[in-house]
């Protein structure tokens, strides 16, 4: 578990992270990260989510510590071990692609086509400056990482679509270079090229929701886990008639 020096908090740190908790127990905690909040290591927060996670330290000094990472401006499930067994078999379970995770987006550009189906094309990591990216390459190339996302449309028109999306594979900013690939990048997703305004007015941030995370309890057996769609994707949603 976390060695390094307790963070300091405020009572406002405490109880903004408390409010975003979907569920916990002894060995686990689920929370509903906000877009804009980083999850480990960001520049532009006073405090990362994994700083906050000093909220919930045990008198021994141990604290919960996160299994897996949300990009910054992604809302929605995220994971977190509260012991160091769990922990350990939690990151397994996440290696052994025994986790299950859900994603919403909005996308432009309408349907993608077909509907749903598989997207099966490999990564590779470039830095340009202190940014990193990632970019559709041979399988063959140097560097190149197997991606493979599958998804589903659950309402289009003709400017946008709402799409259903799950990882098979955990590669960083996956689901983002693949919907750009198939030409429907995600609405506010300067990086990889979607849109930044629809229905008439801007778009506030990058639309991807990790909606839904099913993983197996360090206990035994399964838990599922969701977090509602937030409010800012709800506004554009319902601003694009979808």
Same mark, same amino acid.
């Given at each position: 578990?976390?060695?390094?020096?307790?963070?300091?908090?405020?009572?406002?740190?405490?109880?903004?992270?408390?409010?975003?908790?979907?569920? #916990? /127990?002894?060995?686990?905690?689920?929370? =509903?990260?906000?877009?804009?909040?980083?999850? #480990?290591?960001?520049?532009?927060?006073?405090? $990362?989510?994994? /700083?906050?996670?000093?909220?919930?330290?045990?008198?021994?000094?141990?604290?919960?510590?996160?299994?897996?990472?949300?990009?910054? /401006?992604?809302?929605?499930?995220?994971?977190?071990?509260? $012991?160091?067994?769990?922990?350990?078999?939690?990151?397994?379970?996440?290696?052994?692609?025994?986790?299950?995770?859900? !994603?919403?987006?909005?996308?432009?550009?309408?349907?993608?086509?077909?509907?749903?189906? =598989?997207?099966?094309?490999?990564?590779?990591?470039?830095?340009?400056?202190?940014?990193? !990216?990632?970019?559709?390459?041979? &399988?063959?190339?140097?560097?190149? #990482?197997?991606?493979?996302?599958? !998804?589903?449309?659950?309402?289009?028109? /003709? &400017?946008?679509?709402?799409? &259903?999306?799950?990882?098979? $594979?955990?590669?960083?900013?996956?689901?983002?270079?693949?919907?750009?690939?198939?030409?429907?990048?995600?609405?506010?997703?300067?990086? !990889? %090229? %979607?849109?930044?305004?629809?229905?008439?007015?801007?778009?506030?941030?990058?639309?991807?929701?990790?909606?839904?995370?099913?993983?197996?309890?360090?206990?035994?057996?399964?838990?599922?886990?969701?977090?509602?769609?937030?409010?800012?994707?709800?506004?554009?949603?319902?601003?694009?008639?979808?």
């Amino acid at each position: 578990m976390n060695t390094r020096a307790p963070v300091l908090l405020s009572d406002d740190d405490k109880a903004f992270v408390r409010s975003r908790v979907l569920f #916990q /127990d002894a060995l686990v905690l689920v929370l =509903d990260k906000p877009s804009g909040l980083s999850s #480990q290591g960001g520049r532009i927060q006073a405090h $990362t989510l994994d /700083d906050l996670l000093w909220t919930f330290a045990r008198s021994n000094g141990k604290r919960p510590e996160l299994v897996h990472r949300l990009d910054r /401006d992604t809302s929605g499930v995220i994971l977190a071990g509260k $012991t160091k067994p769990a922990l350990g078999l939690l990151g397994k379970a996440m290696q052994g692609r025994q986790m299950r995770k859900t !994603y919403l987006a909005l996308v432009g550009g309408g349907a993608p086509e077909p509907s749903g189906g =598989d997207i099966r094309l490999a990564l590779r990591r470039e830095e340009i400056g202190r940014e990193a !990216y990632m970019r559709i390459c041979p &399988e063959d190339q140097d560097g190149a #990482q197997a991606a493979h996302s599958r !998804y589903r449309t659950l309402a289009a028109n /003709d &400017e946008a679509a709402l799409v &259903e999306l799950e990882p098979l $594979t955990g590669r960083m900013h996956q689901l983002r270079v693949h919907l750009a690939a198939i030409g429907r990048p995600i609405l506010g997703d300067v990086r !990889y %090229g %979607g849109g930044l305004t629809a229905g008439g007015a801007a778009v506030p941030r990058l639309m991807l929701h990790a909606a839904r995370l099913d993983f197996p309890h360090p206990e035994g057996g399964r838990k599922q886990v969701e977090a509602p769609l937030p409010a800012d994707m709800i506004e554009v949603r319902a601003r694009l008639g979808l």
